[in-house]
């Protein structure tokens, strides 16, 4: 009988369940209820078979792992991030840090462009370690759920966050590909990271509709994810992802399709209004970015920050939000286009309103 009674315990998946049968069970064994033991638990055996999957604790998880899927549907995802420049590895680091996400197929299209993803991850993991605030095995957990290759790899994911160069016909072409070749999930939600583009037309010629999921540089320090409703974009779809973002620690805010949505609309004009002042010669590098920070408490001056996003990036809203609104307000400084130009992009490539050569940061007007 004890055997039996293990039988049956094994059998409930549910720990609300577990903890009536062990109830029931001493209540029977001490003659305190109705029913024979036998018949209690040829009951509570056959009852397992038909019980909700919902309420049944997947065979090999933990009570925690179990309760923590039920933000996103049921089951651990897995999650396919477009592009591993600074956006897409910082996103793929915030999904590998979820608890709730199995797999972050980190994708790009040369396959070392996808493994200088992965180090730009180890390495900011690494210095978490070094300071005390992560362990090496947590961080060998997160990093053995990116995997990194081609875009083909992504086969089975449950959702695709694309954050590829900043470009209409690429963002199309990608989605296309992902949805005629790739991608095998029928419910597989395809999300773009763009940081201006219209959500609707990235998603012409698709036979699902696709939604905004726009990060913030770092994406695994920043809690802002705004979440992009297009035109035919499902509410589901919309509280799905606002979930999603939540179960990655991040504060969602739902935002309607518009050229830049809403802090690239306000941040970017701010940050191109910063070039002029200092084209205009009203003061020199050090003293706007001062005058920002200390004026404003914004942690980054405006050109420190152009810097950090990419000067490429800037231009390129700029453009898209003129574009859209033909408002002069929002014509990109001519410097700004020149330094472009110049590749003289910011951080990534070493130069842009500092110089950042051999580790150190000094503005280039002062050097
Ligand atoms: N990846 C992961 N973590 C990072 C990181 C990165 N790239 N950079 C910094 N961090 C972490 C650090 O490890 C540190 O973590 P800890 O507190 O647990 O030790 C924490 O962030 C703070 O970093 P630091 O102490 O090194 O430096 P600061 O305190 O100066 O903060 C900053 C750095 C978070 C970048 C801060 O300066 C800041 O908030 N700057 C403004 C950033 C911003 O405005 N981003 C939005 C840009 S707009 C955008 O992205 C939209 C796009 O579409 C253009």
């Keep these: ?48 078979f038909f019980m909700p999957a919902t309420m049944q604790r997947p065979t090999g998880q933990s009570r925690k792992e179990s309760a923590s899927t039920s933000v996103l549907g049921g089951k651990h995802m897995k999650v396919a991030i477009i592009g591993a420049g600074t956006m897409g590895s910082g996103i793929a680091q915030a999904f590998a840090m979820c608890d709730e996400v199995e797999t972050v197929y980190l994708c790009d299209i040369k396959e070392e462009f996808a493994q200088g993803g992965f180090s730009k991850i180890k390495k900011q993991l690494d210095k978490r370690v070094a300071k005390g605030k992560l362990d090496q095995a947590s961080e060998d957990k997160v990093l053995s759920k990116v995997k990194t290759g081609l875009n083909t790899i992504a086969t089975d994911p449950d959702l695709v966050v694309e954050a590829a160069l900043e470009n209409m016909k690429i963002k199309q072409d990608c989605f296309r590909d992902l949805q005629d070749n790739i991608v095998k999930n029928p419910d597989c939600i395809f999300a773009s990271n763009t940081s201006s583009l219209s959500i609707t037309e990235i998603g012409t010629g698709l036979s699902k509709p696709i939604i905004g999921m726009h990060f913030f540089n770092p994406a695994p320090v920043m809690k802002l994810v705004e979440v992009i409703k297009g035109a035919n974009t499902p509410d589901d779809m919309v509280e799905k992802v606002k979930n999603i973002a939540v179960a990655l620690g991040k504060s969602p805010v739902q935002v309607n399709e518009a050229a830049g949505f809403v802090v690239n609309r306000i941040l970017v004009p701010m940050i191109n209004e910063a070039i002029c002042v200092y084209a205009a010669g009203t003061s020199d590098i050090a003293g706007i970015d001062t005058a920002m920070k200390l004026g404003c408490n914004h942690p980054m001056g405006p050109l420190e920050l152009g810097d950090y996003i990419g000067l490429d990036i800037i231009l390129a809203i700029m453009d898209v939000i003129f574009d859209e609104t033909h408002d002069n307000k929002y014509a990109a400084s001519p410097l700004l286009r020149k330094m472009v130009r110049a590749k003289h992009l910011g951080v990534k490539t070493g130069i842009g309103f500092y110089d950042y050569s051999n580790g150190g940061k000094v503005p280039v007007d002062q050097k």
């Design 1 to 48: 009988m004890v055997l039996n009674a293990y039988i049956a315990y094994a059998r409930i998946r549910h720990v609300g369940g577990q903890l009536i049968f062990l109830i029931l069970f001493v209540k029977i064994l001490t003659n305190e209820a109705d029913i024979s033991a036998d018949e209690f638990l040829v009951t509570i055996y056959f009852t397992g």
